[in-house]
């Protein structure tokens, strides 16, 4: 997702197409599904540099669980919203797979 200028709403507005929707909010599957979007420069070069010792990504990620949502009333897209205080990084991750292991939804 493309970040456009300084302000990002709280929380992200996000169309998902309905088929990765559903797939998301099934609440039946083994293991637990989030979703994650990045929010980018429109510019490439403002969040992604390239050299032969490293490949780094900028700026950040927010995710969300949308297990058991609803099923949407529209056609093609259903808007989803990401809580800016969600954080998609290493620590959180660690922390969604104890909560998996110990049987809490995300």
Not at 74 to 89: D, E, G, H
Request: glycine share 2%; aromatic share 6%; charged share 20%.
């Amino acid at each position: 997702m493309r970040a456009e200028g300084p302000a990002i709403a709280d929380p992200i507005a996000y169309a998902l197409d309905l088929e990765t929707y559903d797939n998301l909010r099934d609440p039946l599957v083994a293991n637990p599904r989030i979703l994650v979007v990045v929010l980018v420069p429109a510019a490439e070069s403002e969040w992604l540099t390239q050299s032969e010792r490293e490949l780094a990504m900028s700026h950040c990620g927010y995710w969300v669980s949308l297990k058991s949502k609803p099923a949407s009333k529209n056609a093609t897209s259903q808007t989803v919203y990401l809580p800016r205080k969600q954080i998609f990084s290493p620590s959180a991750l660690q922390a969604m797979m104890v909560n998996t292991a110990n049987g809490v939804d995300l």
